[in-house]
C-alpha cells in the first residue's frame, strides 16, 4: 500500500467511524495503519488530524468547545511483549524525579462512546461527545439527561461557584442490548453495543425505551469562572481513585476495578483476568481492555502530555478473539437486485459476550476462495469486536461439493456464481416477491425517500397486499377509497399517520431529488451511485433517458456490463417515467431531472412563491395532501393566522381561525380556489 492509499484508507476509517457511527476497521487495524504513515513521513498532515477526524456532517446538533483537550490513549495490544513492556517503562522512567514511586491504577477500558459533563455549581449544563479530536463536541444532552450513572446534580459535592468537567463512556448492558435487538428486523439489528449506544446519542429524537449508562473516569474542577482547570474534584483532592469514590458517592457509576500494579507482568495478570471475565460475558457491558493510570494527581503533573495522549496513562487492548464451531448451513438472502447473499449457519459460539449463530459470507467468491462446504470446521470472529464473520475452515477432502443455490423466496435456479465475473448468485425471475419487497424497503427506507417510521413491519404488510414501490408512491393521489385501502392494510393506528408523510416525502422528492439518486435507487445490478451519476450527466431529465433508450442511444454507463444490466432492467426507469406522468395528470408537480437542472433557488419561479397559508376545517383529503401541494408550488404552511397570512384554506366545520381570518382580513379559499392558483 502506498503513500496516498494509505492517506485515503484512513480518512474514510475516519469518516465512517465518527459520521455513520460504522465501524467497519478494527481498532488494532486502524493503529497499525496510523504507525505505518507516521514511519513513512513523520510530519504528514494528516497525522495531525487522524483523531480529530473533522468530518462535517450536514443536521448535526450544536458544537461546544471543550474546557479542556479530551486527548485519546496510546494503545498497546496483548500480543505485543515490547510495546506492552515499553509502555510501563515510559511510565517508569519518571520514578527517578519523583519523591515517591507511583500507585498505578488498573481499571476497565469501557466499549462504549465518549461523554463529557459539565456541571455548574452542582447542577448538570450539558453534555458533550467527544467529538473531533477533543476540541469540540455535539450537544446530546437531551438524549442522556437521567440516564443511570449520570445525576442531574452533584449534591453538596462542590460548591457554588464550582464548575465539575466528568469525563465517561455510554455504555450499554448485554442484557439490555440483547432485548432491544430482538425488537427489531435482522436487517435492522444492531450489530455491537457500541453501535446502538452511537445512534441513540446521535438520534434527532431521544430513544426514551433504550436504558443507557453513564461510566466516569475522570473529573477535572475550576473552583471560579477565572481559575484554571484542574485535576479532580476540588483542592482537597489527592488521587484518582479517592475522587471515583467521591464520585460514586453522589450517584456517579466509576470504571472499576481499581487494582493497583506497578509492573508488566502484574498488568497482564491483570489483564489475563479481566480478560477471562469479558469473553465469559460476566462483566455485563462491552470491555475491549484495560486502562493503566498514574493514581496521584501530583506525580501526574510531571509527565508532559503529547498532542494525541497523556504520558501517565496507556491502555492494553485485546485482539479480535475467535472461536472454532461446526458449519451447518449456508443459507441465502435475496436482495432488491436479485443478489443472493450466503450467510453462514453455525454451532452456536459467545464472542466477547455475545451469542452468536450465523455470519455473512458476502459472496461466492469468498466461500471458493477458503473452499468452504456444510460440515467444516471454521474459525469466527468479530471484526473490531463487532461484525462476525468466517475467518477460516478446516476440512477433510472428501465431501467437497458446492451445489448451485435456489432463490429461498421463488425457488428459481440462481444464476452466476463461477460463471460470473464477480462470482455472485442472482434470482433471474423478474416477479420474484423477495425482490419486489426488497425494492420497496430500500425505495422508501433511509436509503431513498426516507419516509419516517417506513420500516421492516409495515413493508412486510405492504408487500404481503401486493403493494409495489411504485403503487405506494401514487397513494397520495389515488381515490379517497383506495387511500382508505391503503390505511386499512397498515390498520388504522399506523395507516392515515403514514399516509402523510408519503405525501411529505414524496412532494419534497419530487422537485429536490437528482435522477442520479433514483436511478441508484432502483437496486439494478452495477448500477449505483457512481453509474447513476454517468447516466443524469448526459441527460437533462427522466423523459430524455427513455427516449435515448427508445432510440438505441448511449446510455451514459461507463462500462459495458452495466450498460447491459440497465438495458435489461430499464423497465424500473420507466416505472418512474410513469410515476411521474401520473402526477403531472393530477396537476402535481413531479419532474426528476439530473444535477445541472436542479435550481435549489427555483421556489421564487413557482406560482405559490411568497406565499403563506394556513389549513382549518375538515378537507375532502389529508391535511398533509394540501400541505403537500403549497410546498411543491414555492408556499408556504403556517400553525396560526396573523398579518402576514396570505390565504386561509377552509374546509367544512372550521375552526377559530376562520374568525381571526376574517377580522384581520385574510382571504378565505377552498381546495377548488387552491387547485386554480396552480
Request: net charge neutral; glycine share 8%; hydrophobic share 35%.
Amino acid at each position: 500500500m502506498n503513500t496516498k492509499e494509505l492517506v485515503k484508507t484512513i480518512e474514510t476509517a475516519n469518516e465512517e467511524y465518527y459520521t455513520s457511527g460504522a465501524y467497519s476497521m478494527p481498532d488494532f487495524e486502524y493503529d497499525k495503519l496510523k504507525e505505518k504513515l507516521r514511519a513513512i513521513d513523520p510530519r504528514h498532515p494528516l497525522l495531525s488530524q487522524v483523531d480529530s477526524r473533522k468530518v462535517a456532517k450536514k443536521g448535526a446538533p450544536k458544537k461546544y468547545k471543550h474546557m479542556y483537550p479530551i486527548l485519546s490513549l496510546e494503545n498497546v495490544y496483548e500480543t505485543e511483549d515490547t510495546a506492552v513492556s515499553g509502555a510501563i517503562d515510559k511510565m517508569t522512567s519518571m520514578n527517578a524525579i519523583l519523591k515517591d514511586v507511583p500507585n498505578y491504577i488498573v481499571e476497565y477500558k469501557l466499549d462504549g462512546c465518549s461523554a463529557v459533563a459539565y456541571y455548574d455549581g452542582g447542577k448538570l449544563l450539558r453534555v458533550l461527545t467527544r467529538g473531533s479530536g477533543g476540541d469540540e463536541g455535539e450537544d446530546v444532552t437531551a438524549n442522556l439527561i437521567n440516564i443511570e450513572g449520570l445525576p442531574s446534580g452533584t449534591r453538596d459535592l462542590v460548591k457554588p461557584t464550582t464548575m465539575l468537567v466528568i469525563r465517561g463512556e455510554v455504555v450499554i448492558r448485554h442484557s439490555e442490548f440483547e432485548r432491544i435487538n430482538s425488537l427489531l428486523p435482522p436487517e435492522e439489528a444492531f450489530s455491537h453495543p457500541r453501535s446502538l449506544v452511537a445512534g441513540t446519542m446521535r438520534s434527532r429524537t431521544r430513544q426514551r425505551d433504550r436504558e443507557l449508562l453513564f461510566i466516569a473516569h475522570e473529573v477535572r474542577y475550576k473552583a471560579t469562572a477565572d481559575a484554571t482547570l484542574e485535576m479532580g474534584i476540588d483542592s482537597k483532592s489527592i488521587s484518582h481513585s479517592d475522587d471515583m469514590q467521591r464520585l460514586q458517592e453522589v450517584g456517579f457509576h466509576t470504571a472499576e476495578p481499581k487494582l493497583l500494579a506497578d509492573t508488566s507482568t502484574k498488568i497482564r495478570c491483570i489483564a489475563s483476568t479481566i480478560g477471562q471475565m469479558r469473553s465469559s460475558g460476566s462483566l455485563g457491558v462491552a470491555v475491549d481492555g484495560i486502562v493503566i493510570k498514574v493514581d496521584n494527581y501530583a506525580q501526574r503533573s510531571v509527565y508532559a502530555d503529547t498532542s494525541h495522549h497523556p504520558t501517565w496513562a496507556f491502555a492494553f487492548k485485546y485482539i479480535p478473539e475467535r472461536v472454532e464451531t461446526t458449519l451447518r448451513e449456508i443459507k441465502y438472502q435475496v436482495g432488491r437486485s436479485g443478489q443472493l447473499t450466503p450467510v453462514a449457519v453455525f454451532d452456536p459460539v459467545v464472542i466477547d459476550g455475545s451469542r452468536i449463530t450465523n455470519a455473512s459470507l458476502h459472496n461466492e467468491k469468498i466461500i471458493t476462495d477458503m473452499d468452504i462446504v456444510v460440515g467444516d470446521t471454521i474459525t469466527i470472529e468479530k471484526a473490531g469486536h463487532i461484525i462476525p464473520q468466517v475467518v477460516s475452515s478446516k476440512h477433510d477432502e472428501n465431501n467437497r461439493l458446492r451445489p448451485v443455490p435456489h432463490c429461498p423466496v421463488c425457488g428459481e435456479h440462481a444464476s452466476g456464481g463461477s460463471d460470473s465475473p464477480s462470482r455472485r448468485y442472482y434470482c433471474g425471475n423478474d416477479e420474484c416477491p423477495g425482490k419486489d419487497r426488497n425494492i420497496l424497503r430500500h425505495a422508501l427506507g433511509k436509503s431513498g425517500l426516507n419516509v419516517m417510521g417506513f420500516g421492516e413491519e409495515l413493508c412486510n404488510k405492504l408487500s404481503d397486499a401486493g403493494y409495489t414501490w411504485d403503487r405506494v408512491m401514487c397513494v397520495p393521489i389515488v381515490t379517497r377509497d383506495e387511500q382508505e385501502e391503503f390505511a386499512s392494510v397498515l390498520g388504522t393506528k399506523l395507516g392515515f399517520p403514514l399516509f402523510v408523510k408519503l405525501e411529505k416525502a414524496i412532494a419534497k422528492a419530487a422537485y429536490d431529488t437528482p435522477l442520479r439518486s433514483w436511478i441508484s435507487a432502483l437496486g439494478i445490478r452495477l448500477v449505483g451511485k457512481t453509474e447513476g451519476a454517468n447516466i443524469s450527466s448526459h441527460v437533462a431529465d427522466i423523459d430524455e433517458l427513455v427516449e435515448r433508450y427508445d432510440r438505441g442511444e448511449d446510455l451514459g454507463c461507463s462500462g459495458a456490463v452495466a450498460n447491459e444490466c440497465l438495458i435489461q432492467e430499464f423497465r424500473f426507469v420507466k416505472i418512474i417515467q410513469d410515476v411521474c406522468r401520473r402526477w403531472r395528470a393530477y396537476n402535481r408537480e413531479f419532474n426528476i431531472v439530473s444535477d445541472n437542472r436542479i435550481d435549489r433557488n427555483s421556489v421564487v419561479e413557482k406560482p405559490l412563491a411568497g406565499k403563506a397559508f394556513v389549513i382549518t376545517g375538515e378537507l375532502e383529503f389529508e391535511r398533509g395532501h394540501y400541505e403537500c401541494i403549497i410546498v411543491a408550488n414555492g408556499g408556504v404552511v403556517r400553525g396560526s393566522v396573523s398579518k402576514k397570512t396570505s390565504y386561509l384554506l377552509k374546509g367544512e366545520n372550521p375552526g377559530s381561525k376562520l374568525a381571526k381570518a376574517i377580522d384581520l382580513g385574510v382571504p378565505v379559499i377552498s381546495a377548488e380556489d387552491l387547485m386554480k392558483m396552480i
